[in-house]
């Protein structure tokens, strides 16, 4: 029954290919797979998985999609999502050797934990309704506590800071945020062949998850289509960036290692995704080894390029192209089967250097001072070597200067002083007008909302650092308001440092094959990285004082009220008559003998006691307690009345 | 006898004068010797950092009170902001702002001895009409003014929280305006300075009381019946007073109560006000209005939303007090404030500069952010009272807690914020401490005050029975 089930599937899977190819004969649904592979120079592997699928604006399937994941496709009308990305990271994106000025990182390296941002197609008074439902709906779909983000204190509205000009734009993100493989089943789900088959089945967990980074990213905008009547098209992209290191035998340290798909990834790539129209894998070498070789005229020099002195491919590639940096090997997965699965490999024979390019400055962070009270957090811009290199450089006012936006979100926990915002440019101090182009500052409001800070420098072009530093206190926080692990310390999350000058793409000499992972490296992006999350401890209370710190207090409020109120109501002539009164009428043997000690004491005669009678007392009394039950009793039926009235 | 009382004046104000010495000895210091930062001194309403926040803020074309800095009145933002980005070169950043709060110091320090020479006078007064003070040999009558100058001059509330860059100096100047011009019977300067030091800090609002029995009545005397008892003993002739002279034109119980004055009074009240809105209202045009400047001042000081430790106990309560009583203890607190007023009011009401001190030295215990520079205010007035308060008890002990509690303030902080090895705490213990010092300091001059006028009381009996 089980293999009679089994051998149904994909012939399900088949038909229902068929019916979408039938249907839309240039509408269809698109998926599509990639690999990517890339060697680093400090002897990792960069494995950068990339899938899009594609939904066409079309109102023939209604509400119906074969390919296009359900969950997202709802998620884009009910929240009328324009452009959205989510983010799962996990460790750091090293920006001197992974590189900084190529599409694959400015698009790839993430900050760590979560980062959420979306354009909204939505009237400006809805933005904000639109984003909460949103943060809850993606937290239950990828089982993330992206709803933290729900509240105002942790997402913030960019205006042009972040690159995205939109005043719908809201941006938020969770630097705790623990990403595992929770988070990477449900994303794996919106893939039509999951992880079963195509490229995705190399995603081994363990192996995965052993890497020195990762980052699983989902990217989705809506294309408009023109026509009325038609809805709006998705994009969906979904890439996963892993770096890890292969295992290696060879004792020489310079000597990069041999690596194959089997030996990164435990697994090996058995046929294609059915459902993909296209599944490729790519190999990229940067740097000294492209420049090698010029021309690639010949069938024997194109062998040469991966058969070659320095290395070997273990397979053959399908197409190589030439790209301004490099080589990149193109392998078409299609042809491999069951018994002869796709394992690429590289071996290294020669050892080899060489370097990615780098962003024009390279952004770190830190905070300054000591102690629970105050402190400053700096941000350092370092120039790169590669920096003068780099295109991009503006004239203005016949100077050449380098233009970056810093954005940067505080809790508001973190009391930002704007006025004491300083710019160093080679360790001198700048004034506002000599390098802050534009700023924009909406300060944070206790407990309502976060801040933030976007600011444009305009730096010389040769300089050689630039720091910027800001002062803050720290802000006390009520108990219930710190997290479980209160002394850990809280994340400010990282700034973002742009380039809106620089624009990343791969520059392929050749015309371009229509895959969707070359198309969008050929598109140019904005050169972005992003600093560290900082720790910054803040002061705690002691957590298990609420009752005595609500009872000593009260006390001191009753010591005010209590003796206060003592000095004003006393009177001493009076104390003194009502005193001797008192005691005369109560003739008891201890109190008479004490009033006789008291009056030898103070040498003054025993008052007689007063001489009313007995029986008027008694009687006024009697009214008084008389009077007492009455107002009682109607006290208590008003109670009563007004209590049962309910 | 007249060279003596040359010679007083002169060594008045060369203390007086030595003191802005070392005021401005002390603010040519850089970085203020760190004492900006303190939280004693500086609490977030009076902060002069959050001061240049919200006026960059302002300059940056944004509401001052945008973001949870600046919780001011923007008249005093715009009178000190500039001075807290004017740099002279050589010299300390902010030194003109410490300018402003030395001359503010200074002013404060003279109408306090204005303030003292007319109780003085009226003291003098008044002990000869009771027939105490048959010459002037026979019991010296301190000279409360120069002593309460003095004591605010040398205070070191006073110079820390000059020198420490909190607005307090200009709040203390207000609340100390408004006390001279009901002394002096300046109806639109006691109005004036009422209303800024309403507007400036909400406190003083509780001044309104003594202000107007100062106003109606006249100033501090002993209680009216010992005037009508001596005045069947003996009929002394005498003087220029406002007290007698009423006393002397109506041989009632009852002391006439200037209604026009008052009401001449609250008529100023009303028209400084008004002024004091327009103005806020025209300076925060753009950015909400009054209605903002009230939710980011007043509403700031009554919820208590800055929980940063200061010295007084608010803070950690509502650090640690279940949200969900919150509001029910925001209410219980500030009500004590105001509970308090109407008995006082009664049992004090021929002494209202007495109590127009107690009522600072209330509301600087209760305060939500209270700082030195609240204390500093109430002792020196406390000062004009020297006379009357001789048998103060607990005075020698009460003068160790304060000095105790300013001297420990400073290490426990520094113990749980800066060295992590105490904790909450300890601080707080310390606030509590300070706060049981005022509470004992209040109550003890209260009853000093009271037992004052009871023994003058059995002494102008005893002194009748003699007479007669």
């Not at chain 1, 933005?127 to 709803?147: E, M, P």
């Not at chain 2, 850089?30 to 001061?51: F, H, M, Q, Y």
Request: with cysteine; charged share 20%.
């Amino acid at each position: 029954m089980a293999s009679l089930v089994r051998s149904w599937i994909p012939l399900l899977i088949l038909q229902s290919f068929l019916v979408a190819v039938a249907f839309g004969s240039k509408e269809a649904e698109q998926f599509s797979e990639a690999l990517l592979l890339k060697p680093l120079p400090d002897r990792k592997v960069l494995a950068h998985f990339h899938f899009e699928n594609r939904a066409p604006p079309s109102n023939s399937h209604g509400r119906h999609h074969h390919l296009f994941p359900k969950a997202i496709s709802q998620l884009v009308q009910k929240f009328r999502v324009k452009e959205m990305e989510l983010s799962f990271t996990q460790g750091r994106w090293n920006h001197e050797h992974w590189g900084g000025f190529d599409p694959l990182s400015s698009m790839n390296a993430k900050p760590v934990g979560v980062e959420l941002w979306a354009v909204f197609d939505v009237p400006q008074s809805q933005v904000d309704t639109s984003w909460k439902n949103l943060t809850h709906a993606l937290s239950g779909l990828f089982c993330a506590s992206i709803n933290f983000l729900e509240s105002s204190t942790s997402y913030a509205a960019p205006t042009w800071g972040f690159g995205t000009n939109s005043d719908k734009l809201r941006y938020g993100s969770l630097p705790r945020e623990a990403v595992c493989t929770e988070n990477l089943t449900p994303w794996l789900k919106l893939l039509p062949c999951r992880d079963k088959d195509g490229i995705s089945a190399l995603m081994n967990r363990p192996s995965v998850y052993r890497g020195f980074y990762h980052s699983q990213r989902l990217h989705l905008s809506t294309v408009e289509s023109g026509q009325e009547g038609l809805g709006s098209g998705i994009v969906l992209e979904q890439t996963l960036t892993v770096v890890l290191q292969p295992e290696t035998t060879s004792v020489e340290t310079n000597m990069q290692p041999s690596w194959s798909l089997s030996s990164l990834f435990g697994r090996k790539v058995v046929g294609s995704c059915v459902l993909a129209k296209s599944s490729n894998v790519y190999l990229q070498l940067e740097g000294r080894l492209g420049h090698e070789s010029k021309n690639v005229d010949t069938e024997i020099e194109a062998h040469k390029l991966w058969k070659n002195a320095d290395f070997d491919l273990s397979l053959k590639p399908d197409r190589v192209l030439r790209e301004s940096s490099g080589l990149l090997f193109i392998f078409d997965i299609d042809k491999s089967s069951d018994s002869e699965p796709f394992d690429l490999g590289l071996n290294w024979k020669l050892p080899s250097k060489w370097s990615c390019q780098q962003a024009p400055l390279q952004a770190s962070r830190f905070l300054m001072g000591s102690g629970n009270e105050r402190g400053a957090i700096a941000i350092l811009l370092k120039a790169t070597e590669s920096q003068e290199k780099l295109p991009g450089r503006e004239l203005t006012d016949g100077r050449c200067t380098i233009k970056a936006n810093i954005f940067q979100i505080f809790p508001w926990y973190i009391k930002v002083y704007y006025h004491t915002l300083q710019i160093f440019v080679d360790q001198q101090q700048k004034t506002d007008s000599e390098v802050l182009k534009k700023i924009n500052v909406s300060p944070s409001t206790d407990k309502v909302s976060s801040g933030m800070l976007e600011m444009m420098l305009e730096l010389p072009c040769e300089v050689k650092s630039a720091a910027i530093s800001i002062e803050y206190d720290k802000g006390f926080l009520h108990i219930d308001e710190y997290p479980p692990d209160a002394n850990q310390g809280f994340d400010i999350p990282s700034a973002l440092i742009s380039f809106p000058s620089h624009h990343a793409s791969l520059d392929f000499q050749e015309e371009l094959s229509k895959s969707p992972l070359l198309s969008s490296f050929k598109e140019k992006s904005l050169v972005r990285s992003y600093t560290e999350v900082l720790l910054v401890p803040l002061t705690t209370p002691d957590f298990s004082m609420p009752y005595n710190v609500i009872t000593i207090t009260c006390t001191i409020f009753a010591l005010y009220f209590g003796s206060l109120l003592n000095v004003l109501r006393r009177r001493i002539g009076e104390e003194e008559r009502f005193l001797k009164s008192q005691a005369g009428k109560k003739t008891g043997g201890v109190k008479q003998l004490l009033l006789r000690l008291t009056a030898k004491i103070r040498g003054r005669p025993i008052e007689a006691p007063s001489s009313e009678s007995p029986a008027a007392e008694s009687s006024f009394l009697s009214t008084k307690l008389i009077f007492k039950i009455i107002l009682i009793a109607g006290a208590a039926a008003a109670w009563q009345y007004f209590s049962t009235d309910k | 006898m007249a060279e003596e009382q040359n010679k007083k004046p002169c060594r008045f104000w060369i203390w007086a004068s030595a003191s802005v010495v070392f005021r401005l000895i002390l603010i040519s210091f850089p970085g203020n010797l760190n004492l900006s930062s303190r939280p004693e001194v500086s609490t977030p309403l009076t902060s002069i950092r959050r001061l240049a926040e919200g006026y960059w803020l302002k300059q940056a074309s944004m509401s001052p009170y945008a973001g949870s800095m600046y919780h001011g009145s923007p008249l005093l933002l715009s009178v000190l902001g500039p001075l807290t980005v004017q740099r002279i070169k050589g010299q300390p950043s902010h030194l003109l702002c410490s300018l402003v709060f030395v001359i503010a110091d200074i002013l404060s320090a003279m109408l306090l001895r204005g303030i003292g020479q007319k109780l003085q006078m009226a003291y003098g007064l008044n002990a000869r009409l009771l027939g105490f003070l048959k010459s002037s040999r026979d019991k010296v009558i301190l000279p409360c003014g120069d002593i309460a100058a003095l004591v605010y001059l040398w205070n070191p509330f006073t110079i820390v929280s000059c020198v420490g860059l909190s607005t307090s100096p200009i709040e203390t100047l207000a609340v100390i305006l408004a006390l001279f011009g009901a002394v002096t019977r300046r109806v639109p300067l006691a109005a004036f300075g009422f209303v800024m030091a309403t507007h400036l800090s909400l406190y003083p609002a509780t001044l309104a009381i003594p202000m107007i029995i100062l106003l109606g009545y006249g100033l501090d005397a002993p209680p009216i019946k010992l005037f009508l008892q001596t005045r069947s003993v003996e009929n002394e002739k005498s003087s220029t007073s406002t007290v007698t002279k009423q006393a002397k034109s109506k041989q009632t119980t009852h002391l006439p109560f200037l209604w026009k004055t008052v009401m001449h009074f609250l008529f100023w009240v009303l028209l400084w006000s008004l002024y004091v809105l327009v103005l806020c209202a025209l300076s925060l045009n753009k950015y909400g209005g009054v209605e903002e400047m009230f939710k980011r001042t007043y509403g700031f000081i009554l919820s208590i939303e800055d929980l940063s430790p200061n010295i007084g106990v608010f803070w950690y309560f509502f650090a640690e007090v279940f949200d969900f009583f919150r509001n029910f203890f925001l209410i219980v607190f500030h009500v004590n404030v105001l509970f308090m007023l109407l008995p006082l009011a009664i049992r004090l009401k021929h002494r209202p500069c007495f109590l127009a001190f107690v009522y600072l030295a209330i509301s600087s215990i209760l305060k939500s952010y209270p700082s030195v520079g609240d204390s500093a205010l109430y002792l020196s007035l406390c000062a004009l009272f020297v006379n009357e308060l001789v048998d103060m008890k607990f005075s020698f002990f009460l003068f160790c807690g304060y000095l105790g509690i300013s001297l420990l303030s400073p290490v426990m902080h520094n113990l749980w914020i800066w060295r992590g090895t105490g904790n909450a705490n300890f601080y707080f213990g310390n606030a509590i401490g300070y706060a049981c010092f005022q509470i004992v300091f209040v109550v003890e001059s209260v009853s000093a005050m009271l037992n004052h006028d009871r023994a003058l009381r059995r002494s102008s009996s005893n002194h009748g029975e003699v007479n007669s």
